[in-house]
């Protein structure tokens, strides 16, 4: 059950960032068209050639600023709340100003409509939003402690100290560090899952496949360089807006990462790509977890989506390489520096 109410927390969580990058989107348009044809939109609302046009332009100008307010508020609706707040507070006013003007004889009943549009459609959404930021955990860490902490030390808190040991060694490295093992890696039957596996870079299905896994810090984050037989996939790992998140190029995967029972077990918040919040269907959901066992950290990486299913699965051991075989700066380990003199 824990699991399961972990699991519509994630789902309430990306919903809420759909709801204002569509509310963003529709600000955007509206304004736009409130600056660009004035006279004409105002016709719509049965308001014939108005004396001051350039003050509903004004009013389109300031819907569209609170689009970009809610595109950002779409980034992090637990950072952001105060602009969610603000925005509902607007569409509860907004109605009863047009009503007392209706009464008073200085606008027609057909200006109504623009309220139901800009906002009473928007009234629950918006406050469904502000619920779903009380009820669910605030995935943001704290940022105190930038220069000194890990990436992992800031996103896990006090419960780093909870890791097993060769995880805490891996996740405390300041420097390059690299794993070398081998993984199984399982593939799922969807064609169309097939397809978008490749697309990322991700191996085709294998019993033993030679994996190594290099993590640059890279301030304020890290950069994972992965290497599964030929293939090569990086990745930025890093807080941005305060969340912990992993970078794709363009598809951004927000996560949440807890320890249990010394294992690290990361999960996915929600996904944006090119910005944009993607619905809990398209996102892909992942699971990750390790913990060390014997000479070697134990991992598990299983990557699913809800329309095409496992997309893939990896798993096996790993083991942290001795400092003398560690990438230098340069990129180069110490053996490959010795060897390039000559």
């Not at 569209?64 to 508020?73: D, P, S, V």
């Not at 097993?164 to 490295?173: T, V």
């Amino acid at each position: 059950m824990p699991e399961r109410d972990e699991q519509l927390s994630n789902d309430a969580s990306k919903w809420a960032s759909l709801v204002l990058f569509l509310a963003a989107a529709y600000n955007l348009v509206w304004g736009t068209l409130a600056c660009s044809i004035p006279t004409r939109m105002l016709a719509w609302y049965g308001i014939d050639a108005p004396d001051r046009p350039e003050l509903w332009q004004c009013i389109g100008m300031l819907v569209g600023l609170y689009g970009i307010a809610y595109w950002f508020a779409s980034r992090n609706p637990h950072a952001l709340w105060p602009i969610v707040l603000v925005g509902l507070l607007g569409k509860i006013l907004g109605p009863v100003g047009t009503a007392v003007g209706i009464a008073q004889g200085r606008l027609p009943w057909d200006f109504a409509w623009a309220n139901v549009t800009n906002d009473l459609v928007w009234l629950a959404p918006f406050a469904w939003v502000l619920k779903v930021v009380r009820s669910t955990p605030d995935p943001s860490t704290p940022s105190r402690g930038l220069g000194t902490l890990t990436l992992y030390e800031r996103v896990l808190g006090r419960n780093y100290a909870l890791l097993s040991p060769k995880l805490r060694h891996f996740h405390a490295a300041h420097e390059p560090i690299e794993v070398r093992g081998t993984f199984e890696v399982i593939r799922g039957r969807s064609r169309l899952g097939n397809w978008l596996t490749d697309l990322s870079g991700f191996p085709r299905e294998r019993r033993e496949l030679p994996v190594s896994l290099t993590v640059r810090p890279d301030p304020p984050g890290e950069r994972w360089i992965r290497v599964f037989g030929d293939r090569v996939i990086e990745s930025w790992q890093g807080q941005m807006l305060g969340l912990f998140a992993q970078r794709f190029g363009s598809l951004v995967m927000y996560l949440e990462a807890e320890v249990r029972d010394g294992a690290l077990i990361v999960r996915d918040l929600r996904s944006t790509f090119l910005g944009i919040p993607l619905p809990p269907a398209l996102s892909p959901q992942v699971h990750a977890h390790g913990r060390d066992r014997d000479d070697a950290i134990s991992v598990r990486i299983r990557i699913t989506n809800r329309i095409v299913g496992l997309l893939i699965e990896y798993s096996g051991s790993i083991a942290i390489q001795p400092a003398s075989s560690q990438p230098s700066r340069s990129g180069f380990t110490s053996a490959e520096a010795n060897t390039n003199r000559h």
